[in-house]
């Protein structure tokens, strides 16, 4: 058992129990050193996981790093995908990819994606990042072991708070039901999650008993004692007529005593000298050549910014946020004025908050922070986003106005039946909210940004969905929909620090957009533009109109001064803040006033720019004129890791990328225009 040679079955390298512990604590070492290059990540968990990922990965499971789809060899599922630098470390100690490139993690470009992609390095077996999946696909992939009559092993790694998803449980019924003894989960009991312990967030123990009464063999070990570690994993290969769960007790951050058993330390990254103080604890100052894997990850990095500086279109100057000495803007993250509503609103005794453990994160623990009297209104559903939305819809059925909110990917797809069925067909008053939508989420990669989710929550009925532009439109779309909308809502609003635009004076009424003229540069950039309500703008006879949703409302603002600056072109910004219903007057106007619309969106091309077009050639006002469009949006591509802003550039989201396409659109027109002239002169 170990790594192997597919060719001729032989062993490549034997780990004694010593080798073991040795690798595992200089891949607890290249860890901080790839987080600390990245910036992010998740230091607890992976260092909580690194003595199995070496025992794993450098003794038990049969592979082949020359052959990494070796079909013999032993399948190994990381549904925890967050600790993806561990899996990354396994395969690189094990030979499958050149151990100093896994300091690349996170990086645009990059193999080492924030959470795994089989398709983009080998060794790796699954894609995964939504947690609670992976059980599943380990059932799928011993089922087809099973069928084929192959005796290879899978084994499936998740973490402790994982085990609140409703489906590993279901997934846990259905290996014992078909008696699946080719299965081995290993659940990494670190007793930390994201909130908190996991025991406060939500209580999953007695975890032991509950794998018993589903059939399954139980195993516990010290998960950082290496002797036990291997031979529980060696007793569960060698099988016992049933699955097998190996609960590894760990402490989360271990080998480094100021992030053991430290919630803080889940989804962080050491900073340099953090770096430094963690690999003099783990004694490997001198064997890993740090400084020359951080400059790897510069050299790297230095590409990517030149490709990026490459691709963007060119203007007379540099209009990138904050580089002129004029038109300054502050940046602040939408997501705080949702926090802020909470705070301000969270008195009304019928508001009640359900955590889905990324509550600081999203600002919806703001509800009760500074006002502990609340905490008996704030329910911790641990991580279960569809049970929770059903719970809200039960919550709402008696009156309560409840609040749930994740990564918009956890709280409008994964959930989406429980939204369609419990909260929107029964019509109840509950408030979801996607929070991190779009790219710029950044180095979480693809499966933490929700690119996809406005199509399907639009689409329901009775459903209202606003997507605001910056932080202050956001507190006053949740003031608004917390407290005085009725039905099923669901607001949308971004992780990263986005430029604010408005102020309080600023409209911002629901379902009705706001036109952002370019007026002249200003010391400050918000300054430089007028907003009104769209029904109380009189037409300028612009050029053409920017219609843009979220914080590519201040992207469109800034393709507008781009283009009145470089192109004399006035632009008509809509900020159509309110999805649905939509404001179809405003967007029939824009059409019939300036015959060019560019749609701005961060998300897959069609949420916004379709129900534009929807509207556009559903007015029987508008049938037979000519209506010229076009989108910036994701162009039916997954996301992927990389720094936020380098993310608006590299998916052509930026003010740049609008800017060029209205050009386009604009000498469209013109040859429009001259073929008509045409027309008209040689027919009489
Ligand atoms: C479906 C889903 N919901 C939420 C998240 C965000 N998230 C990432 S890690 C994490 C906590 C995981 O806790 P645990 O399984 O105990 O892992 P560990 O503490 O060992 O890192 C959460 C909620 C996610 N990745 N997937």
């Known amino acids: 058992m170990a790594i192997k040679d597919s060719r001729n079955g032989k062993t490549i390298r034997e780990y004694s129990i010593d080798d073991l512990k040795d690798a595992a604590n200089l891949m607890r070492g290249y860890d901080l ?66 151990l100093e490139d896994v300091v690349l993690l996170r990086k645009l470009g990059s193999a080492f994606q924030g959470h795994p992609h089989w398709l983009k390095l080998p060794g790796v077996e699954v894609s995964t990042g939504s947690l609670g999946q992976g059980l599943s696909i380990a059932v799928g992939i011993a089922l087809a072991a099973k069928l084929d009559g192959k005796s290879h092993k899978t084994f499936c790694i998740m973490g402790d708070g994982e085990q609140q998803e409703g489906q590993v449980w279901e997934a846990a019924m259905e290996a014992a039901h078909h008696k699946l003894d080719n299965l081995i989960a290993i659940v990494d009991c670190n007793r930390l999650q994201i909130d908190g312990r996991v025991s406060q967030v939500m209580n999953i123990d007695p975890l032991g008993a509950k794998y018993r009464s589903f059939a399954w063999e139980v195993l516990r070990v010290n998960g950082h004692d290496m002797p036990q570690v291997v031979a529980a994993l060696e007793q569960a290969k060698a099988g016992c007529g049933k699955p097998v769960v190996i609960l590894a007790d760990t402490v989360k951050g271990k080998g480094v005593k100021f992030m053991e058993d430290i919630a803080g330390w889940h989804g962080k990254a ?7 103080r963690g690999l003099t604890e783990l004694g490997l100052t001198e064997r890993i050549p740090h400084q020359r894997l951080l400059g790897r990850a510069r050299t790297y990095q230095g590409e990517v910014d030149r490709r990026l500086s490459a691709k963007m279109p060119k203007f007379s100057r540099n209009y990138w946020w904050n580089a002129a000495e004029n038109m300054k803007v502050k940046m602040e993250p939408t997501r705080k004025g949702f926090g802020q509503s909470l705070a301000d609103n969270g008195d009304d005794e019928r508001v009640v908050c359900l955590g889905l453990d990324i509550s600081g994160s999203i600002t919806i623990s703001d509800f009760y922070t500074a006002k502990p009297e609340r905490k008996r209104r704030w329910f911790s559903m641990g991580i ?19 609040v749930l909110g994740t990564y918009g990917t956890f709280a409008a797809a994964r959930n989406l039946d429980q939204i369609r069925t419990s909260v929107c067909y029964g019509n109840f008053n509950v408030l979801i909210a996607g929070a991190h939508g779009g790219v710029s989420v950044g ?4 499966t933490h940004q929700a690119l996809e989710d406005l199509f399907a929550i639009c689409s329901l009925p009775n459903m209202s969905v606003v997507v605001p532009s910056d932080v202050i439109e956001t507190r006053k779309a949740t003031d608004y929909l917390l407290l005085h909308h009725q039905g099923p809502k669901y607001i949308r609003f971004a992780r990263e620090a986005t430029p604010v635009i408005s102020d309080d004076r600023t409209p911002f009424v629901f379902g009705h957009a706001n036109v952002i003229r370019f007026r002249e540069e200003n010391p400050i950039f918000a300054e430089a533009f007028e907003t009104l309500l769209a029904s109380e703008y009189q037409n300028e006879n612009e050029d053409l109109a920017i219609i843009a949703c979220g914080p590519m409302v201040p992207e469109a603002m800034r393709a507008a001064w781009i283009l009145k600056n470089d192109f004399g072109y006035e632009s008509r910004v809509v900020n159509l803040h309110t999805l649905k219903p939509i404001d179809a007057a405003t967007i029939v106007r824009a059409a019939q006033e300036t015959s060019v619309i560019v749609t701005a969106e961060e998300h897959q091309i069609g949420a916004l720019a379709w129900r534009v077009s929807g509207v556009i050639t559903a007015t029987p006002a508008l049938f037979g ?7 910036i949006g994701v162009n039916d591509r997954f996301g992927e890791s990389g720094a936020p802003w380098e993310l608006i550039k590299e998916f052509e989201l930026s003010a740049e990328h609008i800017a060029k396409k209205a050009i386009d659109l604009m000498e469209a027109k013109g040859a429009q225009k001259a073929e008509k002239q045409e027309h008209s002169l040689i027919s009489p």
């Open 33 to 98: 050193v790839a987080l600390c290059a990245a910036g992010s990540g998740h230091a607890g968990g992976t260092l909580s996981i690194m003595d199995i990922a070496a025992a794993l990965y450098l003794r038990v499971a049969d592979h082949d790093p020359g052959d990494p789809s070796w079909p013999a060899r032993d399948r190994i599922v990381w549904s925890t995908g967050h600790k993806a630098p561990s899996l990354y470390l396994g395969l690189a100690f094990a030979g499958f990819c050149p």
């Open 270 to 276: 050491p900073t340099h000298e953090e770096l430094i």
């Open 384 to 402: 279960a986003e569809q049970s929770a939305t059903s719970v809200a819809a039960g919550l709402a059925k008696e009156g309560k106005l409840p």
């Open 443 to 446: 180095p979480d990669g693809a």
């Open 625 to 631: 004129l000519p209506v010229i469009t076009g989108a």
